[in-house]
């Protein structure tokens, strides 16, 4: 760090350094916030999702218990097509969106398998929809939880570090200054007294 220069044009710069590290100080502490609003948004969300994919879960287990034997394969029984994602910007941090999701049965022969396949196939379907929900909102909350962890800590490097650190610099100018005004006017009334004295003389 350089060394501060003890003078008047050096106060003049902390100065307006200081007022313009409290300026931004509340605009960063407003995004700050702002974020933490989203991610607990974005928690709810994820919450609320979750907990489709567990009722859904116990629908299943409740409606179709004949799955627990697995006598009957129901591997592919359900593809996923495509996902699409898009992009949602929240106070400059990229969070990504599920714009659509398209899950398709296989064809399997009717005879073949028993008649609950067809329910099993519906809930299976139901269910990849609700798991890439729920992937896409646990990346939206980890983006999210970046970004409120990268704005605490520049909020708390202006108000533990910045300004503390500035008003302390102009502090310390201050009193130079003031010292240096105080022996300025001492040095002024005795080269003052000296002179009159001599002139007495």
């Known amino acids: 760090m350089p060394r ?5 044009s050096a106060l003049h710069r902390e100065t307006r350094q200081l007022a313009q590290y409290r300026r931004a100080l509340p605009s960063l502490d407003l995004k700050r916030r ?9 928690a709810r969300a994820l919450a609320s999702t979750t907990a489709e994919v567990d009722r859904l879960r116990e629908g299943v287990r409740q409606q179709l218990p004949m799955l627990a034997f ?15 994602l898009g992009e949602r910007n929240v106070l400059g941090s990229r969070l990504p969106v599920l714009e659509s999701i398209e899950v398709q049965p296989r064809d399997y022969g009717l005879l073949a398998r028993p008649q609950w396949v067809d329910v099993a196939s519906a809930r299976l379907q139901s269910m990849l929809v609700l798991q890439v929900r729920v992937r896409v909102r646990q990346r939206q909350l980890k983006i999210l939880q970046a970004a409120v962890a990268k704005a605490t800590q520049r ?12 008003q302390e610099r102009i502090r310390r100018l201050r009193i130079h200054l003031g010292e240096g005004e105080r022996a300025a006017v001492i040095r002024a009334k005795i080269a003052k007294r000296k ?5 007495r003389r």
Do not use: C, M
């Open 195 to 199: 002179h009159g004295y001599g002139e």
């Open 155 to 166: 909020v708390n490097l202006f108000e533990k570090v910045l300004i503390p650190r500035t």
């Open 70 to 84: 697995r006598r009957v394969s129901l591997k592919d029984l359900v593809v996923v097509r495509e996902i699409r």
């Open 4 to 8: 501060l220069a003890l003078n008047k």
């Open 34 to 42: 702002q974020l933490v609003a989203e991610r607990q948004g974005a």
